[in-house]
């Protein structure tokens, strides 16, 4: 069975520091992966996505994941981080049934 | 273009009732897919309709269904409400039927079940 595992339910920082956010990922057939963005009293905003081809995504307000296949993972990050990106974050993992399978999310805190 | 949009934004219901909740997707977009969000069990998913057609659902019971009009517009009916119905229910709009395909999402209803 397919899943996805965020390992941390909530990740506390100070601005402008860097941060990531974990993401690892079960599944016996290829897959694709995305990471979505969640602010209070709002549906999900798609932050990357990594389909083939580099390892390397970028994304969206300065957000960039690597793709591990060895490590089943697929990391968020970002080099320095603003008080307006407190949000909860998901990871999903889509495949040709077409749904998208949610980790449980990872809530972010940006301290000042 | 205008996003996807879910009406209404806010519900409160009581057990046994039932209730409707509409998605208006992207123009132009033809695949709706509904999730639910619940603190307990995260996001999961409900079921997928393109061209009019469900075709693929979730592990959720009976009491959850759905339906697509020829415009692609897309409602779910949850029937004999119960209190762990309570949950933000997300609709999803994407272009075609491609698992790589980017899934926009509405802000949701929130169901309040009393």
């Known amino acids: 069975a397919q899943s996805v595992t965020q390992l941390d339910s909530q990740v506390p920082v100070f601005e402008e520091a860097p941060v990531e956010l974990r993401c690892n990922y079960s599944?016996?057939?290829?897959?694709?992966l995305f990471w979505y963005v969640q602010y209070p009293n709002q549906g999900l905003q798609l932050l990357l996505k990594?389909?083939?081809?580099?390892?390397l995504v970028k994304g969206i307000n300065g957000f960039e994941a690597e793709f591990n296949k060895s490590q089943t993972s697929f990391h968020l990050r970002k080099p320095s981080v603003h008080i307006s990106d407190t949000a909860e974050y998901f990871c999903?993992?889509?495949?040709?049934?077409?749904?998208?399978?949610f980790g449980s999310g990872t809530r972010l805190l940006v301290r000042p | 273009k205008a996003g996807v949009t879910q009406t209404p934004r806010y519900l409160i219901k009581t057990r046994g009732q039932q209730v409707t909740l509409s998605c208006s997707p992207i123009?132009?977009?033809?695949?709706v897919s509904w999730y639910q969000q619940t603190p307990g069990q995260g996001l999961q998913f409900l079921f997928e309709?393109?061209?009019?057609?469900?075709?693929n659902k979730g592990n959720f019971p009976g009491r959850f269904s759905g339906r697509q009009f020829s415009n692609s517009r897309s409602e779910m009916n949850v029937s004999t409400l119960e209190l762990g119905d309570s949950a933000l229910y997300l609709c999803?709009?994407?272009?075609?039927?491609?698992?790589?395909?980017?899934?926009?999402f509405g802000p949701g209803t929130r169901l309040l079940v009393l």
């Open positions: 999803a709009s994407s272009l075609n039927r491609q698992a790589q395909e980017t899934q926009y």
């Open positions: 599944s016996s057939v290829s897959v694709y």
């Open positions: 990594y389909l083939s081809g580099s390892t």
């Open positions: 999903a993992l889509g495949d040709s049934s077409y749904k998208l399978i």
């Open positions: 123009s132009g977009h033809r695949s």
């Open positions: 309709y393109f061209s009019e057609t469900q075709r």
